[in-house]
């Protein structure tokens, strides 16, 4: 199983082309993706609001809030995590745009396929 963690920070443009992105590029069955994780950091642009509205063929969770970098953001989602049960998670940036089979070549680049 893996989540995905998807970090956005204002830039609504950019959050709304990367979310669809990933959406389009992302393969949601098979049970592969355990749940999605939005990560806003105090956007004021409308991006806050942009992914409140989302809607994903997967769990979601919302979590919206000031941590002050990227590095915050991961260790939070880190420190939240069970530390006797093995996870994998990919981190998505609201500027990246990923392409067609993109979780599968990184699970094979992983040895998780």
């Known amino acids: 199983m893996i989540e995905i963690l998807f970090l956005a920070h204002n830039r609504l443009k950019f959050t709304e082309a990367s979310l669809q992105a990933l959406l389009?590029?992302?393969h949601w069955g098979g049970g592969r993706i355990s749940r999605v994780?939005?990560?806003?950091?105090?956007?004021?642009?409308?991006?806050?609001e942009y992914l409140d509205s989302v809607r994903l063929p997967v769990k979601i969770d919302r979590v919206f809030g000031k941590f002050g970098s990227p590095v915050a953001v991961m260790n939070h989602y880190l420190g939240n995590q069970d530390p006797h049960k093995q996870f994998t998670f990919a981190k998505i940036d609201s500027d990246t745009m990923v392409p067609a089979h993109w979780l599968t070549e990184c699970?094979?680049?992983?040895?998780?396929?």
């Open 107 to 113: 699970l094979n680049a992983m040895g998780k396929e």
């Open 24 to 26: 389009r590029n992302t």
């Open 37 to 48: 994780l939005l990560y806003d950091d105090n956007s004021t642009d409308g991006t806050r």
